[in-house]
């Protein structure tokens, strides 16, 4: 997995590498800045009329930009550096960076005041590329006044590459503070920063690179993250390896309980998607004789559960399951049956009932499923997914799968915090029972004896490429609920299982 790291763990591990190890504060600012200028190059084909505008803020971030333009220039690349501050805020190894900039010929000008942006606007908006070194990470305020006009001017030019972190985003949120930057490419420090990995931050840094500054791996393996981005390898690992001697009985009878009358394709999506995804055997209860593909059997319930229960090795219920009083019934047996579950749609409602159960959960809320568990709006779900995704986990003590852009995964059996950020999926999972779909297929993986952590961010993930693999196909709005299930076996079938 990748490390995802807040703005206090980078600090710290700055601090770690400078004080135990030995590697100076200015030497970091060297390799950072020389790393951006490096990127920098890549990003487009030069030539001797293009300029770079490198426009650098008051902090370590402007430091790091000055390190950048004083490279560029020594590859013959006309580079320019704008402050947006004037000359005495900027201090220690920024300010050494800055002098050792001017004593090699760069040329420094004044952006510090609204009436000194106007006389450089058109020069950093017309640039080849602007390079956004203007805020690094830990921002906490809002931008608005002279800097907000700062941020328009950069987002006007045709390329933009982020210094570490687009300017105006917060760091472990990933929320907009005003007005941010909307870079094509963000160069980032060490290790990926919640807003990069995360929504909605990832929205806005483009194409990201993690370049080496000299922090040791030793270093950030012993300070600890917040988080990580899951990666193919790290699925691999998790997913059920395949033997010569499998069978239906083998790879897990799965229950469906949903698809009631009027919402009949939400478990047959499920049921199918269990199938797709593994399970040896899939059972679709539901009330009045429900249909469903001829793979799956179905049984009709009324009253108690009963044995409907018996001999199986994993229970989905909520997709099509309605809210009356009986399904809410049905809801508190599966959560007493012991049996591992996963509980999405209608079944999410009393989340002191979930805690309380007597076998492992998984939950599949969305933000607003989210928010009413939590008492709160969906709003607030969204202007900090990992706060949310770690509320719920702590208060139901299941596995908690935030659906959305960048769905969070945590677990709250572990009570550790860490979040675990799927990058697959887009646009395309937009769409009508693509969560039914995530739900069997969690369900199935829970049936092949995956912990539910794993069954649950493999299958995350595995929808996730699913609905990418259809993108290429159908492109991002041509995709439906129904492509999903065979398009999750394709995806299964990419990801190399270990010998």
Not at 183 to 191: C, D, F, K
Request: with cysteine; aromatic share 2%; hydrophobic share 45%.
């Amino acid at each position: 997995m990748k490390p995802v790291v807040t703005a206090a763990e980078m600090r710290a591990l700055d601090r770690a590498t400078i004080d135990d190890v030995g590697i100076p504060a200015f030497t970091l600012m060297e390799t950072a800045g020389r790393g951006v200028a490096e990127v920098a190059m890549q990003t487009i084909s030069w030539s001797r009329t293009d300029r770079v505008a490198v426009v650098c803020g008051p902090g370590n971030n402007g430091g790091d930009g000055f390190v950048a333009a004083r490279v560029l220039l020594g590859h013959d690349i006309d580079a320019c550096a704008y402050l947006t501050v004037p000359r005495d805020k900027i201090k220690g190894d920024a300010s050494a960076h800055l002098a050792i900039l001017e004593r090699a010929g760069g040329i420094v000008r004044m952006a510090d005041t609204p009436e000194r942006l106007d006389t450089v606007r058109d020069e950093i908006e017309h640039a080849a590329l602007v390079i956004d070194a203007v805020f690094g990470i830990g921002l906490e305020r809002t931008i608005e006044g002279h800097f907000a006009e700062v941020i328009a001017t950069i987002n006007r030019a045709r390329e933009r590459l982020a210094l570490d972190i687009p300017s105006g985003l917060h760091t472990d949120t990933g929320r907009t503070l005003g007005v941010a930057v909307d870079a094509q490419r963000t160069v980032t420090m060490a290790a990926l920063k919640p807003a990069l990995a995360g929504a909605p931050g990832f929205a806005r840094a483009g194409q990201i690179d993690v370049i080496d500054i000299g922090v040791p791996p030793g270093v950030l393996a012993t300070q600890g993250v917040c988080a990580g981005l899951v990666e193919d390898r790290d699925v691999a690992s998790w997913l059920p390896k395949i033997a010569a001697m499998d069978h239906k009985g083998t790879r897990g009878h799965v229950l469906v309980i949903g698809g009631m009358p009027g919402m009949r394709g939400a478990g047959r999506l499920a049921s199918i998607a269990a199938l797709r995804a593994g399970a040896g055997l899939v059972t679709l209860a539901s009330a009045d004789d429900p249909t469903a593909d001829d793979s799956v059997m179905t049984r009709s319930i009324s009253g108690d559960l009963g044995s409907v229960l018996e001999r199986k090795a994993a229970i989905l219920i909520g997709p099509g399951l309605g809210t009356s009083a009986e399904a809410q019934r049905w809801v508190d047996q599966v959560l007493a049956c012991g049996v591992p579950a996963v509980l999405d749609a209608d079944a999410l409602r009393d989340p002191a009932a979930i805690a309380k159960a007597a076998g492992p959960i998984v939950i599949t809320p969305h933000p607003g499923e989210a928010a009413r568990l939590l008492g709160t709006t969906a709003d607030a779900i969204e202007a900090d997914r990992f706060a949310a995704a770690r509320a719920l986990a702590a208060k139901t003590r299941a596995v908690v799968v935030l659906k959305g852009a960048r769905t969070i995964v945590c677990d709250g059996t572990l009570r550790d915090d860490f979040c675990s950020i799927n990058p697959t999926g887009g646009p395309s999972l937009g769409t009508g029972g693509s969560g039914d779909v995530l739900a069997g297929a969690i369900a199935a993986l829970l049936a092949q004896q995956l912990s539910p952590h794993d069954a649950a961010r493999a299958a995350v993930f595995v929808h996730g490429r699913a609905g990418d693999n259809l993108a290429n196909i159908h492109g991002e709005r041509g995709v439906v609920s129904s492509d999903l299930p065979l398009a999750i076996a394709g995806a299964l079938r990419e990801i190399p299982r270990p010998a």
